[in-house]
Every structure is written in C-alpha cells, then in structure tokens.
C-alpha cells in the first residue's frame, strides 16, 4: 500500500482558532481527498482535489474549510474558526495514477477542539 | 441519497470461528465495493474490492466477501478469525456516475476476536 503521512497526528486547539491539517503522499498520486469521523459515527466524505481545484465537496464543507497545495506535493485543509463540533478524525486519501478508485487513507489527525 | 448500511455494530466471536460482517447498500446502477479495516490507533486500511468481474473476492489475510447485486450486499467472512483481526471494519460504496469519486462508507462493525 502506498504511504500516506499526516501531521499533526494529534491538535488541540480553541474554539475561534484556525487550524491547518497537512497530508504528505509518499509516491505518484492523482486525487487527494479529505474525509473526518467524528466520534461514534461513520467516516464523512469532505471534499476531493484534482489537478489543484476543488473538483467535488459535500455539505458539511462550508466556507470555513478551504483546501490547497502550498508547495506541489503537501496536502492542507485549513479549518478558519473552529467550533465545537469540528471535533472529530480528519483522514486525507490518494488515489495512485493508473489505480482506478482505490484511495488509500493516512493514519488521520485528531482535533480536539475546547 | 446513496447509503450504506451495516447492521452489525459489534460481533464478538471466539478465537477459529468464523464470522460474517453485513454490509448493505442502497441500489445503483454502477457501484464499487469495498471493505476497510482501522486497527486500535491507526487509519484506515483497504482489505479488499469489488471493481469487477468475479463477484467473490479475497484478501491475503483469508478475508473475502460476494458481491450480491440483486440483494444489494457486500458481505466479509472468514472461515476462522485469529486474534489479530480485532478492528473495525468498514463497508464502503462509490457509486460512479457524473465523474464522482467519494466513498459512502457505513458506521462501521467491531469485530472482538475472544481468546
């Protein structure tokens, strides 16, 4: 399986704060995704990223989520003020080139927000 | 709206049973099968798939799971669970069409492997 790293793998921030969640694929990757599970429920689809746009989001990624590239190979989501219920697990997912439909999921990053 | 169901929530089972974890979906015309696997503190990890072709499908860990298009399922079994494959697994479904992408999962099953 191709490795995906994420950091931090634990943040605890304030409510009202910003926070930026980074993914780094290891290898050849052609869709970059972010998905979170909050506490006892299901994993949440957030969003998908191709060719450095925003190519499908769901509901729950309002205007306070952004995503982007900074530097060609590092993933970020950026969340701008965060509440309460932005508390969950937050997994950033590749799809390889030539790998059709298979995303392989990083170990996720805990945000804990007080 | 696409939907996954898995009704299980825990199955404990005892050390060489076997087990089978359910997993449904709502019907589509195309859709892509999957079983993922999240250990105690770690991601998640792809056991196996459905894409095509033959309808039952393995893993190297002696998982496998059939694909079932008239009852809409996807369940995993294993003849004989060890130990080691306590963890949560999840079901998840893409539904192609439109260019789409993103994995409906279901809430999840904990399968307790008991000594």
């Known amino acids: 399986e191709p490795e995906v790293t994420q950091t931090p793998s634990h943040q605890v921030t304030q409510m009202g704060q910003e926070v930026i969640l980074r993914c780094v694929p290891i290898?050849?990757?052609?869709?970059f995704y972010w998905y979170r599970q909050i506490l006892g429920q299901k994993v949440e689809f957030l969003v998908s990223?191709?060719?450095?746009?925003?190519?499908?989001k769901s509901e729950i990624f309002d205007d306070q989520f952004s995503v982007e590239r900074p530097d060609g190979s590092n993933f970020t989501l950026k969340i701008r003020s965060t509440k309460l219920e932005d508390s969950a697990m937050y997994f950033c997912?590749?799809?390889?080139?030539?790998?059709?439909?298979?995303?392989?999921f990083g170990p996720g990053t805990r945000l804990t927000v007080t | 709206a696409q939907s996954v169901t898995q009704l299980d929530s825990q199955v404990p089972v005892f050390e060489e049973a076997p087990v089978e974890l359910r997993c449904n979906y709502s019907s589509s015309v195309s859709v892509y099968l999957f079983w993922y696997v999240q250990y105690p503190n770690q991601g998640l990890q792809l056991l196996l798939k459905?894409?095509?072709?033959?309808?039952l499908v393995e893993s190297i860990n002696g998982f496998e799971a059939e694909f079932n298009k008239s009852q809409t399922s996807f369940h995993l079994r294993k003849p004989s669970v060890h130990i080691s494959d306590t963890a949560e697994y999840f079901c998840a479904v893409l539904y192609s069409g439109a260019g789409s992408y993103q994995l409906t999962f279901g809430k999840g099953t904990k399968l307790s492997v008991i000594p």
């Open positions: 990223f191709y060719n450095n746009e925003i190519s499908e």
């Open positions: 459905y894409l095509s072709g033959s309808t």
């Open positions: 997912a590749i799809v390889l080139a030539g790998v059709q439909y298979e995303q392989y």
């Open positions: 290898s050849n990757h052609l869709y």
